[in-house]
């Protein structure tokens, strides 16, 4: 099940802390409630999906996009100087003629997702 305010998540994920603890694992913290840590894996498919999965109440009943993996994602785009804007639909991220990503909850087939475009920071 995909967010219904993605762009709320998306302002929500700028609050957490993201640490890459190996390739594919991150430690997300938040700043208010730094007890609180998740952990989240990104992997990314042969067909270029990327799939994240996090250690938090929403991920563990089939949400896909928690903002512990919208931060986590974050990380890593900053590191490569990029920004990533987040969509519940293809067609809303077309529109933005950037390139596109597509991010699911785990290595199901599921089309539960949400779209990413990507820009120079």
């Known amino acids: 099940m995909k967010p219904k305010h ?3 998540l998306q302002a929500q994920s ?3 802390t993201s640490t890459r603890v190996s390739r594919n694992i991150f430690r997300v913290e938040s700043a208010s409630q730094p007890d609180e840590v998740q952990t989240v ?3 990314v498919g042969k067909d270029g999906r990327i799939m994240g999965e996090c250690s938090c109440e929403w991920s ?3 949400g896909v996009a928690c903002s512990h ?3 986590a994602l974050e990380h890593l785009a900053e590191q490569k100087g990029r ?3 987040f969509w519940l639909n293809e067609e809303d991220a077309e529109r933005q003629n950037r390139r596109m990503l597509f991010l699911s909850g785990d290595r199901r087939t599921s089309e539960d997702g949400v779209w990413i475009t990507s ?3």
């Open 6 to 8: 993605i762009k709320k």
């Open 14 to 16: 700028k609050k957490l």
């Open 41 to 43: 894996s990104l992997q």
């Open 60 to 62: 563990q009943h089939q």
């Open 69 to 71: 993996v919208l931060a």
């Open 83 to 85: 920004t990533l804007s």
């Open 119 to 121: 820009r120079s920071a």
